[in-house]
């Protein structure tokens, strides 16, 4: 089955610089790689996800590349504010429909 | 447009007796998920349902763990004769369904946090 790696555990960037967490995959069946971003006590958030279908995906300060070659696929967070604190999941599956394989997430803080 | 609600966030239960998870996914939705959090660490799946069907269930435990989503109502994960190990977060999700394309996104509860004394 799917196993995903992710780094760092822990991040912590000072407000205005740029943070970056990667993720690595097993199996290459997977084609959907959310980003979910959680919140003390509350439940996870989608922030951005990409298809296999592209190479990169951009929406404001958050970015996600894939290469599905080396199996492996990463989150660039730029100009970093204190709201962005919080712990940052990736994910993988076969579709967006199919069970989700989740890394063990990076806590990222952002210190003012 | 409601979010997907979970209820209670709370739940507290002593070891042997059974605890009972109610999720009412996004309208419009007919999938969902069960995925359960333990402190520290990233989620695990369970069990994926459509409605009046279990479509994999293989991260479910064998013994004490069922889940249903009825043809009406939430959908419902039930733990019988808790353990201490059963504590944790368990979070539903759903999602559109087939025919959605890229709309296939999985949105999350809030969860409910089980504690078993």
């Known amino acids: 089955g799917e196993n995903v790696e992710q780094h760092p555990s822990t991040l912590s960037v000072q407000e205005g610089d740029s943070a970056v967490i990667k993720c690595t995959y097993s199996d290459s069946a997977s084609n959907y790689f959310p980003w979910y971003k959680q919140e003390l006590g509350k439940g996870p958030q989608l922030i951005i996800d990409i298809r296999s279908n592209v190479g990169e995906k951009k929406d404001q300060r958050i970015a996600v590349t894939l290469n599905k070659t080396a199996k492996h696929f990463s989150l660039h967070i730029t100009e970093t504010q204190p709201e962005d604190s919080a712990v940052y999941f990736c994910?993988?599956?076969?579709?967006?429909?199919?069970?989700?394989?989740f890394g063990k997430g990076t806590r990222l803080s952002v210190i003012a | 447009n409601a979010g997907v609600m979970q209820n209670p966030r709370h739940l507290v239960r002593r070891r042997g007796q059974e605890a009972r998870l109610r999720c009412s996914p996004m309208?419009?939705?007919?999938?969902v998920y069960w995925y359960r959090q333990l402190p520290e660490e990233g989620l695990k799946f369970m069990v994926y349902l459509q409605k009046e069907n279990i479509i994999d269930e293989s991260g479910m435990p064998k013994e004490r763990f069922s889940a249903e989503f009825p043809k009406e109502g939430p959908s419902i994960l039930r733990i019988q004769q808790v353990v201490r190990g059963d504590s944790a977060a368990y979070f539903c999700?759903?999602?559109?369904?087939?025919?959605?394309?890229?709309?296939?996104?999985?949105?999350f509860g809030a969860g409910t946090r089980l504690s078993v004394l």
């Open positions: 309208k419009g939705h007919s999938h």
């Open positions: 994910a993988a599956s076969e579709t967006g429909n199919t069970p989700l394989v």
């Open positions: 999700a759903s999602s559109p369904g087939q025919g959605a394309g890229a709309k296939n996104i999985q949105y």
